[in-house]
Structures are given as structure tokens and as C-alpha cells.
């Protein structure tokens, strides 16, 4: 399975933007690009995905580089609910989620 | 919709007891799947199914048994339990195989069953 890599933790304030960045260097064509975050003590959840082009939605943006070895998943003003552990996964051809070990995001106030 | 349901919320094993642990979905997925999150850690898979009557091993199988009888169950049995299976357990379910192309669907997790062998 192809690999993700993303910082072990990173800290914002409150109503600002958070850009959390996730490598994948070796991503194949037909693999998307999935983001998935756990608030404490719950399952995880989507938050988006896509191929190639940026993607938007109600809780956050996707960047994808034009390369497709890299990715930012973009919260555009963070709330105290936001604060996660964020998971980059990469979907194709295997029959399996691969989690990492994620970014943990804590918000100050 | 309930969504994803998982009983008991949770649990204490002495070491070489069994149990199942429950998970039902109410989405008429055809995907199911179970992970263990120790502490720190991301998720793991145990086991998954494709639909009824079809499982197969992920990268944690061993110490667990599945079966899928009905699309909206998919229990995970611990054989004889171990102080090495203390975890939480997640449940998750996907209207399709993650792996088909295109691969879009999302998953749905469950609220987790929290496990302590002693």
C-alpha cells in the first residue's frame, strides 16, 4: 500500500485557518486521496477526498499538489470542535483503509 | 438511521475468556470492517467483508474470528482473550469495496467498544 506521511502534531488558534500538509510520494494514478479525523473518544469521520483536482465541501478544503505527491487539507477558521487527530489515506486498489498515525491538532482559544 | 452500532460500550476480560463484540449497520452496506486503535495509535484492521457471506484477514487477524450470516451484522469474536487485546475496537461499514475504482466511497465508523483483559 502507498504510504502517507504527516507531522505527528501541530497547534492553532481559534478562527484562524490550519493548513495540515500530508506526503505521499509514491501515490499511484487510481489512487484518492481520503482525509478522515477522530475527535477524542469517537470513531473516525470523513472529511473529504479527491483525485486530482482541489476539492471543497462544508467542513474543509482539499489542495492537491499537481504532482499528486503531496496534499493540504485546508480548515479555513478552526473552532475549539476541530481540534483531532487528522488521517491522510490513500484509496485504490486495495481492499483496505491504511491508517497512519495522524496529525493531532490542538486549537487554543 | 442509527448509522453504525456497536455493543457494549465496554468491556472487562480476564485473560482466556471469549466474547463477541456486536456491530450492526442499518445502511445496506455491502462493506464491513473491524479495527483495534491501542493507545497513541491509529487504527489497525482486523478483519473485513465484502458482503454476505465473504470475509477475509487484514493486517491483525490473529486471536479473531468473523462472519457476516446478514449484510446488516458483522460480530467480531475474541477466541480466548489476551491481556494484548486491551484496545478499543471500531466498527465501520462503506456502501462499497474501498478498493474498487473509483474509489469514492466513504466510510462510516462506529462510537467503539473499549476492551480491558486483565
Known amino acids: 500500500d502507498a504510504k502517507t506521511t504527516q507531522p505527528n502534531s501541530m497547534e492553532s488558534n481559534e478562527e484562524e485557518p490550519v493548513h495540515l500538509p500530508c506526503n505521499h510520494s509514491?501515490?499511484?494514478?487510481?489512487?484518492?486521496i481520503h482525509w478522515y479525523r477522530q475527535l477524542p473518544s469517537q470513531g473516525p469521520e470523513y472529511v473529504i477526498h479527491?483525485?486530482?483536482s482541489n476539492v471543497n465541501n462544508r467542513m474543509a478544503s482539499l489542495a492537491i499538489a499537481e504532482d499528486r505527491k503531496s496534499s493540504t487539507l485546508i480548515l479555513h477558521r478552526a473552532t475549539l470542535r476541530d481540534a483531532a487527530v487528522y488521517y491522510c489515506?490513500?484509496?485504490?486498489?486495495?481492499?483496505?483503509?491504511?491508517f497512519g498515525q495522524g496529525t493531532r491538532l490542538t486549537i487554543n482559544p | 438511521n442509527a448509522g453504525v452500532t456497536q455493543t457494549p460500550k465496554f468491556q472487562v476480560l480476564k485473560t482466556g475468556q471469549s466474547m463477541t463484540l456486536q456491530c450492526a449497520q442499518d445502511?445496506?452496506?455491502?462493506?464491513m470492517s473491524w479495527y483495534r486503535q491501542d493507545p497513541g495509535m491509529g487504527l489497525r484492521l482486523i478483519h473485513y467483508?465484502?458482503?454476505?457471506?465473504?470475509?477475509d484477514q487484514g493486517e491483525v487477524p490473529n486471536g479473531y474470528n468473523v462472519s457476516r450470516s446478514t449484510t446488516e451484522d458483522f460480530p467480531l469474536r475474541l477466541l480466548s482473550a489476551a491481556p494484548s487485546q486491551t484496545s478499543v475496537y471500531f466498527c465501520?461499514?462503506?456502501?462499497?469495496?474501498?478498493?474498487?475504482?473509483?474509489?469514492?466511497?466513504?466510510?462510516?465508523f462506529g462510537p467503539g467498544t473499549r476492551l480491558t483483559v486483565l
Open positions: 445502511m445496506n452496506h455491502e462493506y
Open positions: 465501520a461499514s462503506s456502501y462499497s469495496n474501498p478498493g474498487q475504482t473509483p474509489s469514492t466511497d466513504t466510510q462510516y
Open positions: 479527491g483525485l486530482t
Open positions: 509514491t501515490i499511484s494514478g487510481t489512487d484518492y
Open positions: 489515506i490513500l484509496m485504490g486498489g486495495a481492499q483496505k483503509l491504511v
Open positions: 467483508s465484502v458482503g454476505a457471506g465473504i470475509t
